[in-house]
């Protein structure tokens, strides 16, 4: 008997016990989020927004009704002169006076050099984020390419305060994302940052120099 058919022939014969019981995922995610206090919807808020300033991103609160204006505000402060959205938010912004407004109506191929040359910023919506992590959900489709959040030099997205959660998992239960998950579905966590070169961290190497988020309310702005 080879040694192989020895150590076939012990694990046969050896004693069946009981088959283990999987790991309790949701009760575990569920503890350690009652021991950061993430449970709190105001403590979450506080968590997303310091976690996203440590990845150099930047959060401005907003209303849910000027957000526009606070946009337009950044926009003439940041010298952005041209502003690239989709069809999602088209009618809002077209009342905004922000200018340089630009729609994402062509395939990429046929505007691909105007693109990546002449867009100073883009405004995209997001799913939601995560508050362990300072992390934006974003989930692109037609209306809103991935492009959109990963070519123009500064990323403007919209955050729903309402739609902070705490973790990651709890994010995936909220929103069932088992039965409806896009072809591509994005975690950003600050712009586009990278290590490569000399082990020094870059940012904007590949993607936006700046994220900056307007987490959406229903108060009024602080």
């Known amino acids: ?66 957000w526009p204006a606070k946009l337009r505000a950044l926009c003439l402060a940041k010298g952005v002169r041209s502003l690239l959205h989709g069809e999602r938010h088209a009618a809002v912004l077209a009342g905004s006076g922000i200018a340089g407004l630009r729609a994402y109506d062509r395939p990429v191929e046929e505007w691909k050099a105007e693109l990546f040359r002449d867009v100073d910023a883009s405004l995209t919506s997001t799913r939601g984020g995560i508050a362990e992590t300072g992390t934006l959900i974003i989930w692109p489709d037609a209306s809103e390419p991935r492009l959109l959040s990963l070519v123009p030099p500064i990323h ?31 975690l950003v966590s600050g712009p586009s940052k990278t290590a490569d070169i000399q082990v020094t961290l870059a940012y904007g190497a590949h993607g936006p120099k700046e994220l900056v988020v307007l987490l959406l309310d229903g108060e009024d702005a602080r």
């Open 1 to 66: 008997m080879s040694a192989r058919d020895h150590i076939l022939q012990r694990l046969r014969q050896a004693a069946q016990g009981p088959l283990p019981l999987p790991p309790d995922v949701w009760g575990q995610q569920a503890a350690r989020t009652d021991a950061a206090g993430a449970g709190d919807r105001g403590e979450r808020i506080r968590l997303f927004c310091e976690k996203m300033a440590f990845w150099h991103g930047e959060v401005v609160r907003a209303s849910r009704s000027n």
């Open 156 to 186: 403007f997205a919209l955050l729903d305060a309402d739609q902070i959660h705490a973790n990651l998992l709890e994010a995936i239960g909220a929103q069932q994302w088992s039965g409806n998950l896009p072809t591509n579905a994005l």
